[in-house]
């Protein structure tokens, strides 16, 4: 697969200078996201384990996390001990944006968990907001890393809708593809091991559900699986269901 | 065919390759909706993305498969699915 190195270029530079009329407000057409956080005052890089927390509710919410590599998962633990997956992130996502909108005064309610090992830049919310008055092209990177989380998030609520349980997991793998996909011979393979427990715990079902379907897509050779990573055989042919 | 069938898109996610346009380019769109289209130029280290309109992309997609019914290519049924696939 071919790795990509730059965002979208919606605008021409003729375009858009028209557009804001000064230069310090342009698109930083070079610039990433990672850059603009990397460079920022106080900012560290992490790299967790597999299954280790990066913060847990309760835990003062002072940073935001940007990540590398790797994937993690937002939850809410219930005192049932039952755990609600709220998010599963990709690379280049943004998190712990509380902390943006409370500024060190607040707790963290979502449990962060590295889903695989992650690396990831964590920089203090107070250096994002200097940056951010300091020079409008980091405003506008943060915007479109918030924008996409929000349509990620969409997305995943469209997912939810679903009344059907079928559907509501054809939906979910095709997001899964989407944002952890690795093309290969047969198909896309979602390059996440996951339980069975893991996607029900994502998708508001019941292991012993998510088990019987996932037989039911192997047995109509929709996919297969091989140790928990699960490869869709023609992804494209599955969001057609979902146009 | 030289453009890899998925590509990875640093906010989108994977794309998939829905035709080959000009100069060298290729329309990608993604895969979940399959409504936003990319004119995407590969590069020797990964790849620039220009997001185009709907139109400009069935408008390249529609070239390619006449080009190919012109020439009698024998990947014809292969363009024909992913053109109804996305804009059907």
Not at chain 2, 47 to 73: G, N, Q, W
Request: one cysteine or more; aromatic letters at 8%; proline letters at 3%.
């Amino acid at each position: 697969m071919v790795t990509s190195y730059r965002g979208f270029t919606r605008f021409n530079q003729q375009r858009n200078s028209q557009m804001v009329g000064n230069s310090s407000a342009s698109l930083p057409t070079n610039k990433t996201l990672l850059d603009v956080i990397k460079s920022l005052e106080g900012v560290s890089n992490e790299t967790v384990d597999r299954s280790k927390t990066i913060f847990f509710p309760g835990d003062p919410a002072e940073r935001v996390y940007l990540i590398r590599r790797g994937a993690v998962r937002l939850s809410r633990v219930y005192e049932t001990g039952e755990e609600i997956t709220v998010a599963l992130l990709r690379e280049n996502s943004l998190f712990g944006v509380l902390s943006l909108l409370t500024g060190h005064r607040s707790d963290r309610f979502y449990h962060a968990v590295a889903f695989t090992r992650v690396e990831l830049v964590a920089a203090p919310a107070t250096s994002v907001r200097n940056a951010i008055e300091q020079d409008a092209s980091v405003g506008l990177l943060l915007l479109q890393g918030l924008s996409s989380r929000v349509l990620q998030t969409e997305t995943m609520i469209e997912t939810l809708t679903h009344r059907d349980m079928s559907s509501r997991l054809a939906s979910f793998l095709l997001v899964l593809c989407r944002d952890f996909g690795v093309p290969g011979e047969k198909g896309v393979t979602i390059d996440l091991r996951l339980s069975h427990q893991a996607i029900a715990e994502a998708i508001g079902s019941t292991r012993v559900t998510i088990t019987r379907l996932l037989g039911e897509l192997k047995s109509s050779s929709l996919l297969a699986i091989d140790r928990k990573k699960i490869t869709i055989f023609d992804p494209i042919a599955l969001a057609k269901r979902f146009n | 065919m030289n453009a890899e069938r998925y590509l990875n898109h640093p906010t989108f996610g994977m794309l998939y390759l829905v035709s080959p346009a000009s100069k060298g380019r290729d329309v990608y769109a993604t895969l979940y909706a399959q409504k936003i289209f990319f004119l995407v130029t590969l590069q020797p280290r990964g790849a620039t993305f220009e997001v185009i309109p709907y139109m400009d992309a069935r408008h390249y997609s529609d070239m390619h498969l006449s080009k190919c019914k012109r020439e009698k290519s024998s990947d014809m049924g292969v363009w024909q699915e992913l053109f109804n696939q996305t804009f059907m």
